[in-house]
């Protein structure tokens, strides 16, 4: 029997959803290893994964879980928990802060998802709203290192013809320096003349 | 919140030592010097195109700047620095940049004889390679002004001129005249390697100017009440932002040629394209006719704010760092020139407070050689009494008058020819030669 899951969890928002998860979690005697979780105009989400030191019936999991609301309350998803590598595409990338704005519309995120799906760029992270008409998305983006950069913006922007988007790509160190006062580049330093070689 | 700046380098600036190809023999001094470059620099276009493409910034421009020519040759001739010339240029092609500097002279004490030969050999050595650019330092804070040198730069400017007479004396622009010059500019014609320099090194002159103007539009529209101490804090927080990514790319590619990253140098330098102008930043702050009172405020606010982010965002800021004013590279001052309301006289106000100089300014071809010179002399005075650098790169069109045009091309823009007033009306001054001593540093007033 498994002893690693995947949980996910969807619920209206209110105190004490994660409270209440976690107790679950703990009296089964398992630990949390990441947890990610985020509230959406007023739905509460979170995926989360664990290890038990014994085995666990699935069922007994998402028992336990549901139990720590109101009948009903949370949809509750289990699934055993494999590690899994990262796809070979993927280990020859960078992270990239991808940002559109401009007139909402349908559809946007369906063309620049579709759009990056095809150069086999992936999502880690996404981040959309709606404010005043005007939509914003952020995302968090792993391009293989073979990719043209000012193509895939040009690219985007030209996905919307009919009224322009306005579109950003920044490589994730770029984003960081510029952005985080603390960021340090990593880089080996050459010798340098009548410096003590450590 | 990620800004859509789209930023790029200006320019990544290889600075390469020569002292160690210096040889009694010109043909193997230009030898050596043609293999150090290659080594040296051999990958740098492909370095820098690698990086460039990996993280989406643009780099404009690759450069070298090598060892003082007038240093490699001993006893050198006009002939012999000729020779040196057609060397760096024929390696700058080699290695694919577009740009190398280094032909320069350090005289503002006095020279030497092979200084004086480098001098004088600019000439032909400007009109006939294509890539060398010559700079000569004739005043310093500490030394004063060597009127001598200037007298002597002065008709070597107006002969490189006529020798390019077929492209509006564009010869002339490769060549500056400075005082205080800096040891580690990354940016032409005044790019060269000083002798307190590493064997190599690399320099960057970071994002243009459309960043900046952006930003104070964008700060303009989101708050119009936003007063002038507001509009330089968003300046400097472009300007940390713009700073952090020449620092990024610089040290990548200081990394991957293996050898130490030197500066950043945070200077606002434009190119004749629409967006890219130090004078449309001036506009979008609210001088709608540059030149005009006010202009020398705006520049001295925007100036101070540019090094104060870029100064938090790096601790290897050097080079220049100012706002360069440069009349044919910058669409909005060339249009204000244009319109007759920006001056030379103006000009010269705004190169206290700021800037590189009197600088890519096209002015009548038949100036005498003596009003050049107390051009060049007014402009060092600003530089040696403030203790700050300026320079002169006044480019005399062969055949053509005040108010005609002189096309250059390129990055290098066009403009109307600017009158200059009083001439030789000072040329007894100039003509006494000799030394204006060292300046007082205390008694400020």
């Known amino acids: 029997m498994p002893k690693d899951f995947v949980l996910s969890v969807m619920s209206r928002d209110r105190p004490g959803i994660v409270a209440g998860l976690t107790e679950a979690v703990t009296e089964l005697d398992g630990n949390i290893d990441a947890i990610s979780q985020t509230v959406l105009q007023g739905y509460f989400t979170i995926i989360l994964t664990v290890c038990f030191d014994e085995s666990v019936e699935p069922a007994a999991?998402?028992?336990?879980?549901?139990?720590?609301?109101?009948?009903?309350?949370?949809?509750?998803?289990?699934?055993?928990?494999?590690?899994l590598q990262p796809e070979p595409a993927m280990q020859d990338a960078d992270r990239f802060v991808l940002t559109i704005h401009g007139a909402d519309r349908k559809g946007i995120i369906r063309r620049v998802s579709s759009y990056l799906s095809s150069r086999n760029v992936n999502i880690e992270d996404l981040y959309a709203y709606v404010h005043d008409g005007q939509f914003l998305l952020i995302a968090q983006l792993q391009v293989p290192h073979r990719l043209a950069v000012e193509h895939l913006r040009t690219d985007m922007e030209a996905l919307w013809p009919e009224e322009q988007m306005r579109v950003s790509l920044q490589h994730e160190d770029v984003f960081l320096a510029t952005s985080h006062v603390d960021f340090r580049q990593r880089v080996p330093k050459a010798p340098r003349n009548g410096r003590p070689s450590r | 919140m990620v800004q859509e700046e789209n930023l790029d380098v200006r320019t990544v600036t290889l600075g390469i030592s020569l002292l160690d190809c210096c040889d009694p023999d010109i043909g193997r001094l230009c030898r050596k010097v043609a293999l150090k470059i290659t080594r040296k620099a051999g990958s740098l276009v492909r370095v820098c195109d690698e990086i460039s493409g990996r993280y989406g910034i643009p780099i404009v421009n690759k450069r070298l700047a090598v060892t003082p020519?007038?240093?490699?040759?001993?006893?050198?001739?006009?002939?012999?620095?000729?020779?040196?010339?057609?060397?760096?240029?024929?390696?700058?092609?080699?290695?694919?940049?577009?740009?190398?500097?280094?032909f320069t002279a350090l005289v503002q004490k006095g020279m030497t004889p092979t200084e004086e030969a480098l001098i004088r050999a600019i000439p032909r050595s400007l009109s006939e390679t294509?890539?060398?650019?010559?700079?000569?330092?004739?005043?310093?804070?500490?030394?004063?002004?060597?009127?001598?040198?200037?007298n002597l730069v002065a008709r070597q400017i107006l002969e490189l001129a006529r020798r390019t007479a077929d492209h509006d004396g564009f010869g002339a622009a490769k060549l500056m005249v400075f005082a205080n010059i800096p040891e580690d500019n990354p940016f032409m014609s005044g790019a060269y390697l000083g002798y307190g320099e590493p064997d190599c090194v690399v320099n960057i002159g970071v994002s243009g100017p459309g960043v900046v103007k952006r930003a104070v539009e964008r700060l303009r529209e989101q708050e119009p009440d936003a007063d002038l101490g507001e509009m330089a804090d968003q300046i400097k927080r472009t300007s940390f932002r713009v700073t952090r990514v020449g620092e990024l790319i610089g040290r990548e590619v200081a990394a991957r040629l293996g050898v130490e990253f030197g500066i950043v140098d945070l200077s606002l330098a434009p190119t004749p394209r629409v967006g890219d102008s130090v004078?449309?930043?001036?506009?979008?702050?609210?001088?709608?006719?540059?030149?005009?009172?006010?202009?020398?405020?705006?520049v001295a606010l925007l100036n101070d704010a540019v090094k104060k982010g870029g100064l938090f965002a790096s601790s290897s800021v050097g080079g220049l760092s100012g706002a360069f004013?440069?009349?044919?590279?910058?669409?909005?001052?060339?249009?204000?020139?244009?319109?007759g309301d920006l001056t030379l006289e103006k000009l010269e106000a705004i190169t206290s407070i700021c800037s590189v100089g009197l600088d890519m300014i096209p002015i009548p071809g038949d100036t005498d050689p003596e009003t050049i010179a107390a051009l060049i002399a007014d402009e060092m005075s600003i530089g040696v009494i403030n203790r700050k650098?300026?320079?002169?790169?006044?480019?005399?069109?062969?055949?053509?008058?005040?108010?005609?045009?002189?096309?250059?091309?390129?990055?290098?823009?066009?403009?109307?020819?600017?009158?200059?007033?009083?001439?030789?009306?000072?040329?007894?001054?100039?003509?006494?030669g000799g030394r204006i001593p060292a300046p007082l540093q205390s008694l400020n007033n």
């Open chain 2, 279 to 298: 004078g449309e930043v001036l506009e979008a702050m609210g001088v709608s006719r540059i030149g005009a009172p006010g202009s020398t405020a705006a």
């Open chain 2, 389 to 432: 650098t300026t320079s002169v790169r006044i480019i005399p069109v062969p055949g053509k008058a005040a108010g005609e045009t002189a096309v250059f091309g390129g990055l290098f823009g066009q403009s109307i020819i600017m009158p200059v007033r009083g001439v030789g009306g000072a040329a007894e001054f100039v003509r006494h």
């Open chain 2, 69 to 102: 020519a007038s240093g490699l040759v001993a006893g050198g001739s006009e002939e012999a620095l000729f020779q040196v010339a057609r060397a760096l240029d024929r390696s700058a092609q080699e290695v694919g940049v577009d740009l190398v500097g280094g």
């Open chain 1, 61 to 83: 999991l998402m028992a336990a879980v549901k139990e720590s609301a109101a009948p009903g309350e949370l949809e509750v998803s289990v699934k055993e928990h494999r590690v």
């Open chain 2, 325 to 339: 004013v440069p009349v044919s590279e910058d669409r909005a001052l060339a249009e204000a020139v244009r319109r």
């Open chain 2, 130 to 150: 294509e890539r060398v650019c010559a700079s000569v330092n004739v005043a310093s804070t500490a030394a004063g002004i060597n009127v001598d040198a200037i």
